[in-house]
């Protein structure tokens, strides 16, 4: 199985709602990431999981907060949204690499949450 | 920061070949990667250069010189299909790994 699954597909919210993203693989991938992206833009990260643990925080607004309840979870939490904050949220997942040049670096990614702001 | 390059459009016909360059000033670097994109749909790997030279993976081929800071991806005997926006990205940092991609390159394919 080489599918990360991302739900829901759509969103619409307020900008006073609380809502979810979530994210699921069951590659045995230990690195769980997530992305924006706008549209004509390329995906921009966000979070990056590693172990369960956040490693990188690319300052991204307290207004959405990752949690990564176990190996095969990711879960992005929105809350107070503004309209520019409208775009697709993708995850993916990796391998844990040791680093260096060789190897394969590829990260595999959902299918994504197109969220819309209101 | 991470700067990448390539360009935003290119345009060929079916069954040619074509090439987008990508050229980098990165720190941390350990390769680059290219990732396709249809619209609407999710970023899929294509190809990974650590080291100097050319990766070959069925139609598509990728290079990378690392003196010249510079990859390319080379897409032989185009077909529709392959109509979609083509990222590179430098591969940076250790254990999870960071992807900076380029604004990325819209292809068309026309007949």
């Known amino acids: 199985d080489t599918e990360v699954t991302q739900t829901p597909k759509h969103l ?3 900008m006073t709602n609380k809502k979810s993203l979530k994210c699921e693989q069951h590659m045995g991938h230990r690195a769980m990431y997530w992305y924006k992206q706008k549209a004509k833009k390329p995906p921009e990260l966000m979070f990056v999981y590693s172990y369960e643990k956040l ?5 991204v607004p307290s207004r959405f907060s990752p949690e990564c309840p176990n190996s095969s979870l990711l879960n992005l939490h929105l809350h107070a949204l503004q309209p520019e904050d409208s775009a697709l949220y993708l995850c993916a997942s990796s391998q844990v690499r040791a680093g260096g040049t060789s190897g394969t670096y590829e990260q595999y990614f959902g299918p994504g949450t ?4 209101t | 920061g991470q700067s990448l390059e390539q360009p935003s459009e290119v ?14 000033q990165t720190s941390g670097f350990y390769g680059l990667s290219w990732y396709q994109q249809h619209d609407g749909g999710a970023p899929t790997f294509l190809s990974y250069n650590g080291l ?7 139609r598509f081929s990728s290079f990378l010189s690392r003196s010249d800071s510079y990859g390319y991806l080379l897409l032989q005997e185009l077909q529709m299909k392959d109509s979609a926006s083509y990222f590179c990205a ?4 250790a254990g999870s790994y960071q992807l900076t991609f380029g604004k990325g390159t819209k292809l068309s394919v026309i007949p």
């Open chain 1, 12 to 14: 619409v919210m307020g």
């Open chain 1, 55 to 59: 490693s990188i925080n690319e300052s």
């Open chain 1, 114 to 117: 197109r969220l819309t702001v």
């Open chain 2, 11 to 24: 345009t060929a016909v079916e069954g040619a070949i074509v090439q987008i360059n990508c050229t980098y």
């Open chain 2, 52 to 58: 100097d030279g050319l990766e070959e993976t069925g």
């Open chain 2, 90 to 93: 430098d591969v940076s940092g």
